[in-house]
């Protein structure tokens, strides 16, 4: 059975950090690509960053030089650490998988549930 979940939300102050993880089981995992994406309520569901496995690591404009994304491949899990944490980063994230390094929401075809990031004072 394929699974990707996610852990690692919850609320933090402007400034702050979180580390997010996903763990993949179920398929062969060193052939994906891991991405995350967020929504936030209201607005449409938008990249965030995505690792290939053995290549770098792509960001999207508003997350550049505040998130990194790594992988172990050893324990099939991608990790988001993010800092510098801002209002606007409110939302639920999600990880995908795609045997495809891009960061169109279309070409992942496994989804974890998500999990929620509240970024407030």
């Known amino acids: 059975q394929v699974q990707l979940v996610e852990s690692g939300g919850g609320l933090v102050q402007p400034g702050g950090s979180l580390r997010l993880s996903c763990a993949g089981s179920?398929?062969?995992?060193?052939?994906?690509?891991i991405g995350w994406f967020r929504q936030a309520p209201g607005k449409e569901r938008e990249g965030v960053s995505y690792?290939?496995?053995?290549?770098?690591?792509v960001y999207a404009d508003s997350v550049q030089g505040r998130f990194t994304i790594s992988r172990d491949n050893a324990k099939n899990t991608v990790y988001l650490q993010m800092n510098s944490l801002k209002p606007e980063d409110t939302a639920v994230y999600y990880c995908?998988?795609?045997?495809?390094?891009?960061?169109?929401?279309?070409?992942?075809?496994?989804w974890g549930r998500g999990t929620q990031v509240t970024v407030s004072s």
């Open positions: 995908a998988a795609s045997i495809t390094p891009t960061m169109r929401s279309s070409a992942y075809n496994r």
């Open positions: 690792i290939p496995s053995g290549g770098s690591p």
């Open positions: 179920g398929f062969t995992w060193n052939y994906y690509t």
